[in-house]
């Protein structure tokens, strides 16, 4: 079974074009916006989160809560002290937003 992926960015074509590229991976996508529910059932996913500011660390802590989540936060600002807040706020990983499409998967 392939694991299922969330992709959360405010802009739709940057969201859709990840999930078109992690769905040809093998990935399966979140394809309604019902993300509180999506997360609630129990196994492994994926969630990958665009982080703009210092207001989008709170999703990346509230995700990271949720049992059997692997986050992934996509740093606009990829400098070390991003990445380390990342890990700091529960990420599993870390990687530069405008990386290549099959960087990121």
């Known amino acids: 079974m392939s694991l299922p992926v969330a992709v959360i960015d405010p802009a ?3 969201r859709l074009g ?3 590229v992690l769905s040809k991976a093998g990935f399966v996508p979140l394809e309604d916006d019902d993300l509180p529910t999506w997360l609630a059932v129990p196994g492994c996913k994926a969630i990958l989160v665009t ?3 210092a207001t989008d660390w709170e999703p990346v802590r509230r995700i ?3 049992d059997g989540a692997i986050v992934v936060a996509l740093l606009v600002d990829p400098t070390p002290d991003r990445h380390a807040e990342a ?3 529960g ?3 870390a990687i530069a937003w405008d990386s290549s499409p099959e960087g990121i998967v």
């Open 64 to 66: 990271a809560g949720t």
């Open 91 to 93: 990420a599993t990983a």
């Open 18 to 20: 990840l999930s078109s």
């Open 87 to 89: 890990l700091r706020a």
């Open 51 to 53: 982080v703009r500011s």
């Open 12 to 14: 739709a074509s940057y």
